[in-house]
């Protein structure tokens, strides 16, 4: 089992940063896959990026791109989301999410074996 607890939500302007961590504690989280989805009211869940723990590949959706930047700390099994230029449409819950170690990084939320409780992003106009 994989546990990941996320943190880091809150209330920002529009044009703030906000940096969302996810802490992954069980097997040896290393080898495993992160993602990161969020989902607004009404919608269906998004994928906002991943990356490989080995910290070689990260994927983003093209519509955050240059915006946001996941990065991974193998020392503390946290892996982040930074969020610049944050905007009213970025409001959501963002949840983090763990795939089968040495799997490739995909953007299907089924494909993602282990998730976190979420976390509340609101960005104010």
């Known amino acids: 089992q994989v546990q990941l607890v996320e943190s880091g939500g809150g209330l920002v302007q529009a044009g703030g940063s906000l940096r969302l961590s996810c802490a992954a504690s069980g097997r040896t989280v290393n080898r495993y896959t992160m993602g990161w989805f969020r989902q607004a009211p009404g919608k269906e869940r998004e994928f906002v990026g991943a990356?490989?723990?080995?910290?070689?590949?990260?994927k983003y959706a093209d519509s955050l791109k240059g915006r946001f930047t996941i990065s991974a700390d193998n020392a503390k099994n946290t892996v982040y989301l930074q969020m610049n230029g944050l905007k009213p449409e970025d409001t959501a819950v963002y949840y983090c999410?763990?795939?089968?170690?040495?799997?490739?990084?995909?953007?299907?939320?089924?494909?993602?074996?282990?998730w976190g409780q979420g976390t509340q992003v609101t960005v104010s106009s």
């Open positions: 990356i490989t723990w080995s910290g070689s590949s990260a």
């Open positions: 999410a763990a795939r089968d170690p040495f799997t490739t990084i995909v953007a299907v939320p089924t494909r993602y074996n282990y």
